[in-house]
């Protein structure tokens, strides 16, 4: 894996944010996908009984099992 531009002593260093997105991008996991969330959306615009929170992707189920 090459190293991350985050952690290099050559750049100047990254903001938080930066480097979480970036660290995010890098991920091999489990993950969320478009039409994950676009079928999460459709679910709670059409289906009362959605609940409030609504997980949208494979991260996101594990996640709320996790949190359970």
Do not use: F, K
């Amino acid at each position: 894996m090459m190293p991350h531009p985050c952690d290099s002593a050559s750049q100047p260093p990254c903001s938080p944010m930066r480097h979480t997105i970036a660290r995010m991008a890098e991920s091999i996991g489990l993950g969320t996908r478009m039409q994950d969330v676009a079928d999460a959306g459709w679910r709670a615009a059409t289906d009362a009984s959605t609940p409030m929170y609504l997980p949208a992707g494979a991260d996101a189920l594990q996640w709320a099992a996790e949190a359970s």
